[in-house]
């Protein structure tokens, strides 16, 4: 299958690779669908978009953008930074096709919409995308059960 995200009308992915895997794509979407609520901490807070994907990226990769930082954690502390801030990642090797468009984290601060923030590696730039709850569920949704009728179908 070939897949790409829209958000705020612009495409993040891939289209045009032919070896998307959809599978990973179709769990994380529900996983993500029912877990919006989490998508938020309070050391987020005062942190501007810029700030957050810098945080998020140097806790979870090492990296902020295109450039490897030093990581002095030792490795429990970098288990349990993995452990509370990965829920946070968003396309990230769920397939070919969102492998070469940057890295996204996805946020629900409260009373907000949706925030993906996504890092263009060509331009070096983070961009902040929003979405309604609304509009992700629905989106989530389709997509998944539009794959489910594509496994009864090959299956059959």
């Known amino acids: 299958g070939r897949q790409c995200i829209w958000v705020s009308g612009t495409q993040i ?3 045009d690779d032919p070896h998307c895997g959809l599978y990973n794509c179709h769990v994380s979407f529900q996983e993500i669908s029912k877990r919006l609520d989490t998508l938020w901490t309070k050391e987020l807070e005062s942190l501007s978009d810029m700030e957050i994907w810098n945080f998020l990226d140097g806790t979870l990769y090492g990296h902020h953008g295109n450039i490897e930082i030093d990581d002095l954690r030792t490795l429990e502390e ?9 829920k946070f ?3 990230t090797n769920w397939g070919e096709m969102f492998d070469r468009g940057g890295k996204s984290f996805i946020l629900k601060p409260p009373s907000e919409h949706i925030k993906i923030l996504n890092y263009d590696y060509k331009q070096e730039i983070v961009r902040t995308y929003t979405c309604t709850e609304f509009s992700f569920y629905r989106a989530s949704r389709e997509f998944s059960n539009w794959y489910s009728e594509q496994v009864r179908r090959l299956k059959a």
């Open 13 to 15: 992915g891939d289209f």
């Open 89 to 91: 990642d968003f396309l």
């Open 78 to 86: 970098t288990i349990r930074d993995t452990e509370k801030y990965s």
